[in-house]
């Protein structure tokens, strides 16, 4: 059986079949990326649980910024 042939799409209609594809992906994107990077793996059994900070990122913030302060006190006196 020999299926007809389809009228070509429009820009606006493959640009709205686009952008409701990439809105179903959630999993994807670079927000995601970083926080996968910076965060501690998801939970799949707890939906909408916040994720905490890995530790090396708490140690690299407070490294951070008891640099600041170091530089800040030295800077004063």
Same mark, same amino acid.
């Given at each position: 059986m020999r299926e007809e &042939? %389809?009228?070509p799409l429009s820009?606006?209609?493959v640009h709205a079949a686009a952008s409701i594809?990439?809105? /179903?992906?959630n999993? !994807?994107?670079?927000?995601?990326a970083l926080g996968d990077l910076l !965060? /501690? &793996?998801r939970d799949p059994f707890r939906r909408g649980a916040?994720? %905490?900070p890995k530790?090396?990122?708490g140690v690299l913030c407070g490294v951070f910024l008891l640099g600041l302060l170091v530089l800040y006190y030295s800077h004063v006196r």
């Open positions: &042939p %389809q009228a820009a606006k209609e594809l990439l809105s /179903e992906r999993h !994807m994107g670079f927000r995601n !965060m /501690e &793996p916040r994720r %905490q530790r090396w990122v």
